[in-house]
């Protein structure tokens, strides 16, 4: 077991770290600490526990790039999973999450679980590190969360890093690094919860803070991190109420139509063709894939050079075209990604969204985020004008599904 600090027997002695977690000292948060802690201590008859906290990821910039070797612009935001916890000795994982059954695990029979489930989600952590040869072992734990389930902020990668990162503190000392981290979150994901995501997400939340991750080299990420936490100016999610139920296929249809384009090239990914190359060959690859496909192959080699153009414009503070780079992405991703709504439907909640929304960014930017089709989108207002953006977004949207959020500097964490 961890010896690397004492769990809390006050639950006030953790606020010191809301400023690093959430951008200030917020007294929501002193409220949503205090009633999970004293859930804790109702629901395993304890007097202590240990602190976790796991957040949710923005997609700056690089839509739909990952999973074919792109770049990517992501952060850790200020939403999180919360859980409080204790190691236990009888080899069993009991989390009671709020809002969701529980789950109990027996690490000796991790197999015979339903997939898809957060039951599910929680063996194939485990799993991942035995894969990898880390220690695992038992642990109780109340959760709750902030990290809206379907609105492309990662609820589900935010959960898995909670767990990954209890077990390395519990029984690895904290040695499990931030990569092997969302590598094992990624795997469970993708064999256990069934959705073939790429390692976006978990990347972003591991290792915290604003970043660029590259995943042009295959089981290695690498991550750059930006000086520029964007002070001056608040990421505002607008949950468009679209669900992402029953849109697995539309996502998956995206790298598809990449991978094609690129085995029609000799290549498994778009990232091993020079833009060139597939520019060149275009009236070849034109006879084997279809057009949507090709287009989505030039937003995802147009979008990686948005990506290092972000990347230098907020290392330099050059906040003009920092917004100018994520406008062209956002209009890529309408006609070329098309992802922003689902063929042959008159529900199109993202582009209104975006349309209605644009008319109050006061020289802002908005683009979809994350996946598409349905969910949120990003918009990036300068604090001066937020006020005057969230009133009028409250009177379309309603205020439950107007989200400010800062960007959060760490990742995973036990305070």
Excluded at 52 to 69: K, L, Q, W
Excluded at 147 to 157: E, P, R, T
Excluded at 363 to 379: C, D, E
């Amino acid at each position: 077991m961890s010896n690397i600090r004492k769990p809390y027997y006050e639950i006030e002695s953790s606020f010191k770290y809301f400023e690093m977690l959430y951008g200030s000292e917020d007294k929501k948060q002193e409220i949503r600490y205090s009633k999970i802690f004293e859930r804790f201590k109702k629901e395993f008859n304890a007097e202590k526990g240990y602190i976790a906290s796991s957040g949710g990821r923005v997609e700056v910039c690089g839509n739909h790039t990952d999973h074919n070797g792109g770049r990517v612009i992501s952060c850790t935001i200020s939403l999180d999973t919360l859980a409080v916890f204790l190691p236990s000795e009888d080899g069993i994982i009991t989390i009671k999450s709020e809002g969701y059954p529980e789950i109990k695990i027996n690490l000796s029979n991790l197999d015979n679980i339903k997939k898809g489930t957060s039951s599910a989600m929680t063996a194939g952590v485990v799993r991942g590190f035995l894969n990898k040869g880390y220690k695992v072992g038992g642990f109780y734990a109340s959760v709750t969360s902030n990290v809206l389930g379907g609105a492309g902020i990662s609820s589900s990668a935010s959960f898995e890093l909670l767990i990954a990162e209890i077990l390395n503190f519990l029984y690895n000392e904290g040695r499990v690094s931030k990569e092997d981290k969302a590598l094992i979150a990624q795997y469970s994901e993708n064999k256990y919860f069934n959705k073939p995501c790429g390692l976006l997400d978990q990347t972003a939340i591991s290792f915290g803070g604003l970043n660029l991750l590259d995943f042009s080299s295959e089981g290695n990420i690498v991550v750059k991190e930006i000086n520029n936490n964007l002070q001056d100016y608040t990421f505002v999610l607008i949950n468009t109420g679209g669900s992402h139920e029953n849109l697995t296929d539309e996502y998956a249809a995206i790298p598809k139509d990449m991978f094609a384009v690129a085995k029609v090239l000799g290549a498994d990914r778009l990232i091993e063709i020079p833009e060139s190359d597939f520019y060149k060959r275009l009236p070849e690859i034109s006879g084997c894939v279809s057009d949507r496909a090709i287009c989505r192959s030039i937003h995802f080699y147009e979008e990686n050079k948005r990506v290092d153009r972000v990347y230098n414009a907020l290392n330099t503070c050059n906040y003009s075209d920092f917004l100018n780079a994520i406008r062209e992405s956002g209009t890529s991703s309408l006609c070329k990604l098309q992802n922003c709504s689902v063929p042959g439907s008159s529900n199109q909640p993202i582009p209104k969204a975006l349309f209605i929304s644009g008319k109050f960014l006061c020289g802002g930017a908005n683009r979809v985020h994350g996946g598409g089709f349905a969910g949120t989108i990003l918009n990036i207002v300068k604090n001066e004008n937020l006020s005057y953006f969230t009133d009028n977004a409250v009177r379309f949207f309603g205020k439950e599904n107007i989200i400010p959020l800062k960007v959060r500097s760490c990742g995973t964490i036990v305070l």
